[in-house]
């Protein structure tokens, strides 16, 4: 049996030195485990727009902008398959609030290896851990 794609849309949202990631729910799959906010992309909208609906009812904030950093296709075990679209957010509008995760927290980038997250974000964990996502570097 086949496994069908389903098009995920994750923000790496940047505030100074320091990066948000949430913790996922005890009543969804994968309890627990840590994430970037996002979420599904909805069959009537495109990459970007699932990613502004998803960061304004998780986060209650709005993106002003964001850039494209990298996409990649993961295979979890029981069949399920996510083509996973993450972009870098800083700047948006709102005071960030948590709608729908256990928790969500400010780390710094260098304590990212220290959380349990999804499996399917192992690449772009070693993307955030091995490049200057937070520009810092040229400053």
Same mark, same amino acid.
């Given at each position: 049996?086949?496994?069908?794609?389903?098009?995920?849309?994750?923000?790496?949202?940047?505030?100074?030195?320091? %990066? +948000?990631?949430?913790?996922?729910?005890?009543?969804?799959?994968?309890?627990?485990?840590? $994430?970037?906010?996002?979420?599904?992309?909805?069959?009537?909208?495109?990459?970007?727009?699932?990613?502004?609906? !998803?960061?304004? !009812?998780?986060? =209650?904030?709005?993106?002003?902008?964001?850039?494209?950093?990298?996409?990649?296709?993961? $295979?979890?075990?029981?069949?399920?398959?996510?083509?996973?679209?993450?972009?870098? %957010?800083?700047?948006? +509008?709102?005071?960030?609030?948590?709608?729908?995760?256990?928790?969500?927290?400010?780390?710094?980038?260098?304590? %990212?290896?220290?959380?349990?997250?999804?499996? =399917?974000? %192992?690449?772009?964990?070693?993307?955030?851990?091995?490049?200057?996502?937070?520009?810092?570097?040229?400053?």
């Amino acid at each position: 049996m086949s496994k069908v794609t389903t098009n995920v849309a994750g923000g790496i949202i940047v505030k100074g030195d320091k %990066i +948000l990631i949430a913790q996922r729910s005890d009543r969804v799959d994968h309890p627990l485990k840590w $994430e970037f906010p996002g979420g599904k992309v909805l069959p009537n909208e495109n990459i970007s727009q699932a990613l502004k609906r !998803e960061l304004k !009812e998780e986060l =209650g904030i709005e993106i002003k902008k964001s850039f494209f950093l990298m996409d990649y296709t993961h $295979e979890y075990k029981y069949l399920k398959k996510v083509h996973l679209h993450f972009f870098k %957010i800083d700047n948006y +509008l709102g005071k960030i609030f948590n709608h729908v995760h256990s928790k969500i927290i400010w780390i710094n980038v260098i304590d %990212i290896k220290n959380f349990d997250f999804l499996d =399917g974000d %192992i690449k772009i964990i070693d993307y955030v851990a091995n490049t200057d996502i937070l520009g810092l570097k040229s400053k």
